[in-house]
Nanobody, 121 residues
Framework: QVQLVESGGGLVQAGGSLRLSCAAS???????????TGWYRQAPGLQRELVAR???????NYADSVKGRFTISTDNAKNTLYLQMNTLKSEDTAVYYC????????????WGQGTQVTVSS
């Protein structure tokens, strides 16, 4: 059973930086090398939205609102997904979730429990 655990959230002032991590376990080998993985976020009263995604080949895509400020990456040896967030804005405040899309392999997706990011203006 794949498990995802996020960390790295917190309170930061506008203009600051945070790095989120998502550690995957319960899979033999590097899950990020065989699936598409991503970060989503959900602010109060809003729907969950895609922030950034990286496929098994390393291709990335970002929401327009974070392009040039956020960077998604993986460390396959550590089975960890990262989201480097720079120049944070108050509108980045949300709960951030790690996602592994394993529908092609096992017919399902996996989600972490979420980590809170709060940006004060």
């Amino acid at each position: 059973q794949v498990q995802l655990v996020e960390s790295g959230g917190g309170l930061v002032q506008a203009g600051g930086s945070l790095r989120l991590s998502c550690a995957a376990s319960g899979f033999s080998g590097s899950i990020f090398s065989v699936t598409t993985t991503g970060w989503y976020r959900q602010a109060p009263g809003l729907q969950r939205e895609l922030v950034a995604r990286i496929d098994s080949g390393g291709s990335t895509n970002y929401a327009d609102s974070v392009k040039g400020r956020f960077t998604i990456s993986t460390d396959n040896a550590k089975n960890t997904l990262y989201l480097q967030m720079n120049t944070l804005k108050s509108e980045d405040t949300a709960v951030y979730y790690c996602n592994v899309d394993a529908r092609r392999l096992w017919g399902r997706e996996y989600w972490g429990q979420g980590t809170q990011v709060t940006v004060s203006s």
